[in-house]
């Protein structure tokens, strides 16, 4: 049995890492509570995905003249689009039951960024960052779960959970100069809030769904240098970083592999992202 559990988790992760319709929100389970007073769960959630990001930036360019003029100091303001931001999120998760319906949650994880970005000037001209791979960082979040109303095989609930997500730094290229190099960074924080009913189809499988709201906040940070017209060229660029789209739409399914463990496989959409995401839990 143990041996069929770890597999199916496996699978389940296979079908996820090389699916091409997934997404880099969290993935969430169904949302109500699971656990019972004073119960412990350990578990680990999964997602590999893609969504759109804009970000308002000040850009401080300073040109250094060879070999004696004085340098000179630009500050331009632009739009940056962060466009299909691909990110692998891999997260434990240890939960503990409040009372029979209130459970609350915290995971610890690692996270992954590749993306190309668009610089936007007020004129409408546009520059295109290449090549962004972040390797894997820091992420971490928490939430809570709760159940408000039963009836049957009907359970109605809401989930809010807040995770931070840390890709490393990558190289990046600007494109049509071969002489700019650069770095970026791109981190954020991601709350989101569900609302839904959680139908018990047969004694081990469940099926959930229903709207949630997602709000996205974060930095972009590039630091880069060129070569213009014979002149060093220094760039530094700081923006916020916010979604795109706040509104959306889950459903997902949840199997008791055996009374103390579950595993979920769920899909999520917004207007700018969408695709699936993964858990399992063990109850203690």
């Not at 959930?208 to 630091?223: E, Q």
């Not at 055996?258 to 595993?263: L, P, Y």
Request: include cysteine.
């Amino acid at each position: 049995m143990e041996k069929r559990i770890a597999l199916l988790v496996v699978g389940l992760i296979g079908v996820c890492f090389f699916s091409s319709t997934v997404l880099a929100l969290s993935p969430m389970g169904p949302p109500k509570a699971s656990l019972g007073q004073n119960q412990w769960a350990v578990g680990i959630d999964y997602a590999n995905g893609t969504m759109d990001l804009e970000a308002s930036s000040t850009i401080n360019e300073t040109i250094i003249h060879v070999p004696d003029p004085p340098a000179v100091a630009k500050r331009r303001d632009a739009k940056h689009k962060i466009k299909d931001l691909k990110s692998n999120i891999i997260m434990g998760r240890v939960g503990y039951g409040i009372s029979d319906n209130w459970d609350a949650f915290v995971r610890l994880g690692i996270a992954d960024g590749k993306d190309d970005i668009d610089q936007i000037y007020p004129d409408s001209a546009t520059h295109q960052f290449k090549g962004f791979d972040g390797d894997f960082g820091f992420a971490w979040g928490f939430g809570t779960k709760a159940t408000f109303w039963e009836d049957y095989k009907i359970t109605w609930g809401g989930l809010f959970q807040i995770t931070w997500l840390d890709p490393d730094d990558g190289d990046i290229s600007l494109s049509g100069d071969p002489e700019f190099s650069a770095t970026a960074d791109i981190d954020f924080w991601e709350v989101q809030i569900a609302l839904g009913p959680t139908w018990q189809a047969y004694d081990n499988l469940s099926v959930y769904g229903g709207p949630f709201l997602h709000f996205l906040n974060g930095d972009l940070d590039i630091s880069g240098k060129g070569v213009d017209m014979g002149d060093e060229s220094r760039m530094e660029i700081s923006g916020d970083i916010e979604e795109e789209s706040q509104f959306g739409g889950f459903v997902g399914a949840s199997w008791d592999v055996r009374k103390d463990i579950s595993c979920y496989l769920e899909g999520q959409i917004t207007g700018d992202a969408w695709g699936i995401g993964i858990g399992a839990v063990r109850r203690f």
